[in-house]
């Protein structure tokens, strides 16, 4: 681990952000963006970071004893990625909140209330790396937001990078980095085939910086704030808090800010438990992992932590089913939606997932599947033959349901279904993908 350097000991500034939660999210129930003044007032003047290559040096320095991992779903640690763009001149900055993933609110929720802190974020990458632009690509529904806080920002001549911002496409692969990337380019929101990685050639060949909103929105509080307080919640090995969706069969749907660490039922019982008798978790989104309830209520929410139980957080997801509902019924229509989100570019994933999705609805139907093939394609499939993850992550997910739901999966195949609720679907997928 990098040591400290002396000038970025920061410590908390003022007593306006304790270490309590929620850090990310106006505290109470306001819905309502919070306008530029009531920013200042919570959070104080965003700090201009780097001045000079030393004390970007610090800067990053700080971000790594902090120990900030990407919120986008891969964990990656951004320090190696500010550090990676910073080297270089002409960069860029890109907040990723397109949150194509239909159950999903988190960047949304983030993005509609707490617009001035992802651009407090983004600011402060991009003085970090060098870079005089940040542009943030917020999901439609919450786009007009960032832009009139953009406007307000630029009124008050706060900000010496320039902040745009650009709507997302609303698609599930719109988000992969280089498919952003590409729709800002040239307004087509697919990933590009593989090349350089983008710290050295991404918007227009320039080096750029490209990281989810809520992890600048963490980056936001560091700068200021430092290791110290950002890590006062979470583990020693996984500090800070998270944002979480909680979705399907929980009493009060949302988002809430955790500490890293806490236990998976504890994060159930803010949005009011289940309703009902707790069946099967789907955990990191639709990409993620499905796991017994019971099974997952005393693991703590952290990369390390679920992965005793064979999970990944991903994006932060926690989707409930109740213990009479259907698993393969829901994992055939998250199936299908995810192999109709293809991008249409490699074989495996257009004709593979297109497939699998065949049998697994089979499966759920109760019409026969070939059960020897699926097994054979889910292997074929989901070992990195696509250009972006799309196939793996489809055939995680599926591989799970079929390890965890192996019990109805005898009786399907049986003919008889042991779901009693309805099976029009509890988890959202869009109405196009349904046959
Ligand atoms: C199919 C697919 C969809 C993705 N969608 C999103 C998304 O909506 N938002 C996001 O931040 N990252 C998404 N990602 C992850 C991004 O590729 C990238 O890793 C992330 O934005 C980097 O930011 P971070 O390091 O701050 O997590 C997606 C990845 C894949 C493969
Ligand atoms: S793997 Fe699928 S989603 Fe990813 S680039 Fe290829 S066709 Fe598109």
């Known amino acids: 681990m990098t040591a400290r350097p002396a000038s970025a000991q920061a410590t908390v500034a003022d007593d306006r952000v304790p270490a309590r939660l929620p850090r990310l999210l106006p505290d109470g129930f306001s819905d309502k963006p919070t306008c530029l003044a009531d920013h200042l007032a919570r959070y104080g003047q965003p700090v201009a970071p780097a ?14 004893i902090a120990g900030l991992a990407g919120r986008g779903g891969a964990g990656f640690p951004t320090a190696r990625k500010l550090a990676a763009v910073a080297s270089r001149r002409h960069a860029i900055v890109i907040g990723n909140g397109t949150e194509g993933e239909p159950a999903s609110t988190k960047d949304k929720v983030l993005l509609g209330r707490s617009p001035h802190l992802v651009l407090d974020g983004a600011v402060a990458a991009a003085e970090i790396v060098g870079a005089t632009e940040a542009i943030i690509v917020a999901h439609p529904a919450v786009s ?9 920002r630029r009124r008050a001549r706060l900000d010496r990078a320039r902040l745009s911002v650009v709507p997302a496409a609303d698609e599930f692969v719109a988000g992969e980095a280089s498919a952003v990337v590409h729709w800002i380019e040239r307004g087509i929101p697919t990933p590009k085939p593989p090349g350089r990685r983008l710290s050295e050639s991404g918007l227009h060949g320039r080096p750029t910086l490209l990281q989810n909103v809520e992890t600048l929105a963490h ?11 950002f890590s006062a919640v979470g583990t020693v090995a996984e500090p800070g808090s998270m944002l979480v969706t909680l979705a399907g069969a929980v009493r009060y749907p949302g988002v809430y800010e955790v500490a890293i660490g806490t236990p998976v039922g504890e994060v159930l019982s803010l949005g009011g438990g289940t309703s009902g008798p707790p069946g099967a978790l789907l955990v990191g989104g639709y990409f993620g992992t499905w796991v017994d309830s019971v099974r997952a209520a005393g693991v703590p929410l952290s990369a390390a ?5 064979g999970v990944g957080v991903g994006a932060g997801l926690i989707a409930a089913l109740p213990a009479n509902a259907c698993g393969l019924a829901e994992t055939a229509r998250i199936a299908r939606y995810l192999a109709s989100s293809s991008a249409g570019q490699c074989g495996p994933c257009v004709f593979g997932l297109d497939a699998i999705a065949g049998q697994v609805e089979r499966l759920a139907d109760g019409r026969g599947p070939d059960m020897a093939r699926l097994h054979r394609w889910l292997g074929q499939v989901g070992s990195g033959r696509g250009a972006c993850k799309h196939p793996d992550g489809t055939v995680r997910m599926i591989a799970s349901a079929l390890a965890l739901f192996s019990r109805e999966i005898d009786h399907h195949v049986r003919g008889w279904c042991s779901g009693s609720a309805s099976r029009a679907g509890l988890l959202p997928v869009p109405a196009w993908s349904l046959r």
Do not use: H, M
């Open 51 to 64: 001045q000079s290559s030393r004390r970007r040096e610090e800067f990053i320095a700080e971000v790594e």
């Open 305 to 309: 932590g679920l992965q005793q139980v």
């Open 144 to 152: 007009d937001i960032v832009a009139a806080a953009v406007s307000e």
């Open 219 to 229: 980056l936001a509080l560091i700068t200021p704030y430092g290791a110290d307080w």
